[in-house]
């Protein structure tokens, strides 16, 4: 089984930063692309930004120049760094990897999402 757990939400004033991180854990052989996507309320689910594991990188165009996706290959983290921060940045953001599972019957493709969690842009 593989897990990913997100952190690092919370209120920040419009202006402000939040770092979000990922961790990625269990039986996984290997990582292709982790991602950042986010939900706001009353809408559907849309990318933030994406990562391969070769450190190629995509941006929503309503973040590019603002926030920045990271990655530890070692570790099997991703990080967004969230600056210039506007209430329309407002949503659940969830952590997405895909790669290779290693498991009991060999390897199999993988993809899991984290549960998410909330930022919130406000006065």
């Known amino acids: 089984q593989v897990q990913v757990v997100e952190s690092g939400g919370g209120l920040v004033q419009p202006g402000g930063s939040l770092r979000l991180s990922c961790a990625a854990s269990g039986r996984i052989a290997s990582i292709n692309a982790m991602g950042w996507y986010r939900q706001a309320p009353g809408k559907q689910r849309e990318l933030v930004a994406t990562?391969?594991?070769?450190?190629?990188?995509n941006y929503a165009d309503s973040v590019k120049g603002r926030f920045t996706i990271s990655r530890d290959n070692a570790e099997n983290t991703v990080h967004l760094q969230m600056n210039s921060l506007k209430p329309e940045d407002t949503a659940v953001y969830y952590c997405k990897i895909t790669g290779i599972a290693n498991t009991d019957v060999g390897y199999r493709y993988l993809e899991v999402w984290g549960q998410g969690t909330l930022v919130t842009v406000s006065s």
């Open positions: 990562v391969t594991s070769g450190s190629s990188t």
